[in-house]
């Protein structure tokens, strides 16, 4: 497995997603192209009806306004189709009222372009990608399938990448840069 990273464009894709639990409004699609001209955080569990990924789905969605401000698009995926994806959202107290599309990776395609799949069930690693307007990627984070992942320090390193400036250790939006 070789996981794409800082600098590479991120790769071609046209995937469905679950937008609403509403059946006549439930299903979108999404493109790479789609994203093309905005700041855009992809962010990929390992399976739906599990135990961490909830967790870090509700978190994103808490979040999802802090990412709107900073005209960043987010979006949620895993390896799932979108019909599992709408009966998790419906079945799941946090997962109902989501603020940002669920994309399904049914074709294991776009996960396994990016590097991210599991050699023995080939699902997707916790992973977390910041791609800037131009599609190429800025920021990469692959977990352990055991451990959730902080919202917070996509935030921070999204906040750290729009300000195209140095940014010291810790640094926080408001915060003075480094001049060079």
Same mark, same amino acid.
């Given at each position: /497995? ?9 790769? #071609? *894709?046209?995937?469905? =997603?679950?937008? +609403?639990?509403?059946? #006549? ?5 999404? @493109? ?7 700041? %855009? ?5 390992? !399976?739906?009806? &599990? ?7 509700? %978190? ?6 802090? *990412? #709107? ?11 799932? +189709? ?7 959202? !419906? +079945? ?9 599309? /669920?994309?399904?990776? &049914? +074709? ?10 599991? #050699? ?6 916790? %992973? @977390? ?33 729009? &300000? ?7 640094? !926080?939006?408001?915060?003075? =840069?480094?001049?060079?």
């Amino acid at each position: /497995m070789q996981v794409l990273s800082v600098g590479n464009t991120l790769p #071609e *894709f046209n995937k469905k =997603t679950v937008v +609403s639990i509403n059946e #006549e409004q439930a299903f979108g699609n999404l @493109t790479h192209e789609d994203l093309r001209g905005r700041w %855009a955080v992809l962010f990929w569990w390992p !399976k739906d009806f &599990t135990f961490v990924c909830p967790t870090e789905i509700a %978190a994103f969605n808490k979040r999802q306004p802090d *990412f #709107e401000d900073r005209d960043a698009l987010l979006i949620g995926a895993s390896t799932d +189709s979108e019909f599992v994806h709408l009966a998790w959202r !419906k +079945s799941h107290d946090d997962l109902r009222d989501l603020r940002f599309p /669920m994309l399904a990776d &049914t +074709s294991k395609s776009l996960a396994e372009a990016l590097g991210i799949l599991t #050699e023995d069930e080939r699902i997707a690693y916790r %992973a @977390t990608f910041i791609i800037d307007p131009e599609g190429i990627i800025r920021w990469v984070s692959v977990y352990d399938l055991n451990v959730g992942r902080n919202v917070e320090e996509v935030l921070r390193v999204l906040d750290a990448l729009q &300000t195209d400036e140095l940014c010291p250790c810790n640094w !926080k939006k408001g915060e003075a =840069t480094i001049t060079a």
